[in-house]
């Protein structure tokens, strides 16, 4: 059973960059579709970005295409998050999800097998 620990959230002022990594450990993320959602304090999870185990397509919601990006590494079996332009409704805890026989339908949470424990991102205006 694949963990996951998401680590490289943070405070800082609206207009910065943050990357957040998912490093799993028990599997590969190369036998994965992986995704990355985020919740704030009395909100729904929402989709953020996804990337598919085969091929590598990448997914993003309306809400922060052009400013993240998904990304994966397989030597160091590692998912990225890379948000530029922060806002403050970016502020949230991000979470790292994997799905393990499903590798399409990303943006939906039911699809996903395993979850992170999050890290918090809180952007300043």
């Known amino acids: 059973q694949v963990q996951l620990i998401e680590s490289g959230g943070g405070l800082l002022q609206a207009g910065g960059s943050l990357r957040l990594s998912c490093a799993a450990s028990g599997g590969t993320v190369s036998s994965y579709a992986m995704g990355w959602f985020r919740q704030a304090p009395g909100k729904e999870r929402d989709f953020v970005a996804a990337?598919?185990?085969?091929?590598?397509?990448?997914y993003y919601a309306d809400s922060v295409k052009d400013r993240v990006t998904i990304s994966r590494d397989t030597a160091k079996n590692t998912v990225y998050l890379q948000m530029n332009s922060l806002k403050p409704e970016d502020t949230a805890v991000y979470y790292c999800a994997a799905a393990s026989t499903i590798d399409y339908g990303l943006g939906d949470l039911s699809v996903y097998d395993y979850w992170g424990q999050g890290t918090q991102v809180t952007v300043s205006s």
């Open positions: 990337i598919r185990r085969s091929g590598g397509d990448t």
